[in-house]
């Protein structure tokens, strides 16, 4: 279990992840076996076809595999595949898989999870924890994360359990001898923010890509465009060391138009960081 340890409990932000779906699991459904269970179906889906070792471990509820094939007696890093699968759920997050070998590994993977077709998701990162957040929690991102932490009281009038944590609310001392004009709009937009954001850091995202296929609008000034029935095509990508969380201060800071269009403020509810705008008609995210 040395090499599971070391490369992906200390070093998994070295790797970029991709998160995969499954067609057939919903909610509570999917595979709950032990770790040795796991292993053994995994291998035996795979060793008709590789030369393997397979590892498998719990850790933090979830189970983290390690899949090395062995095509040559020298060490081959690309021949190492990394997964982490989270019991009664739909969602497996894997490294980057060998051409040649990712056909019959997704398979495998599909075949021990009973899963039916598992779909790779436009969503993927080096930060593991927070691309399992967004595909675990795609529902109650936002405000809603507050409930979820356990951070806003249900019932304010039972003396139940304290909360954990309260919201951080971000109070700003204003210099009574300054008379500030703006301080409703600034009142507004924050408030738009906590609805869209909530007060909890944004899962970090390093990269958010937009890929445009929607006909030019502007004809006025670019008549020949506009003209043109093809589709316009174009891409727009931020790129951070914590995307969401910088949309979110451009806002804060007065940068970007409140409230933000959807596909800004939706993106933590799309759990998808890949997100392709098109015509009404044909528009998918």
Not at 224 to 233: D, G, L, T, V, Y
Not at 238 to 253: D, M, S, T, W
Request: glycine share 6%; charged share 25%.
């Amino acid at each position: 279990m040395g090499l599971l340890t070391i490369d992906m409990l200390q070093h998994s932000s070295s790797k970029t992840w991709t998160v995969w779906l499954s067609t057939e699991l919903h909610g509570s459904e999917g595979y709950a076996e032990t770790p040795q269970a796991f292993r053994r179906r995994l291998k035996t889906a795979l060793e008709s076809y590789f030369m393997l070792d397979i590892q498998v471990m719990e850790h933090q509820k979830a189970l983290w595999v390690r899949i090395y094939i062995h095509e040559d007696t020298k060490y081959q890093a690309n021949n190492t595949v990394y997964a982490v699968y989270y019991p009664h759920s739909p969602v497996l997050i894997l490294t980057a898989i060998k051409a040649a070998n990712r056909e019959y590994i997704i398979q495998a993977f599909s075949n021990t999870l009973s899963a039916g077709e598992l779909e790779e998701q436009m969503l993927s990162g080096h930060c593991l924890s927070s691309l399992a957040q967004l595909s675990l929690n795609k529902y109650s991102q936002g405000y809603f994360s507050h409930y979820r932490l356990g951070q806003v009281d249900i019932n304010a009038l039972a003396r139940g359990e304290k909360r954990k944590r309260k919201i951080e609310e971000e109070e700003e001392v204003l210099d009574e001898r300054i008379t500030y004009e703006n301080i409703k709009d600034k009142q507004r937009s924050k408030k738009i923010l906590q609805d869209t954001f909530g007060s909890n850091e944004q899962p970090s995202l390093e990269r958010l890509e937009y890929k445009m296929e929607t006909n030019f609008r502007g004809g006025n000034c670019a008549p020949h465009f506009a003209k043109n029935k093809e589709p316009f095509r174009c891409r727009v990508k931020f790129e951070g060391r914590n995307v969401l969380e910088g949309i979110k201060n451009l806002g804060k800071a007065g940068y970007a138009t409140l409230p933000l269009p959807a596909h800004l403020a939706r993106v933590p509810s799309l759990a998808k960081n890949t997100i392709i705008l098109g015509n009404k008609k044909s528009k998918r995210q």
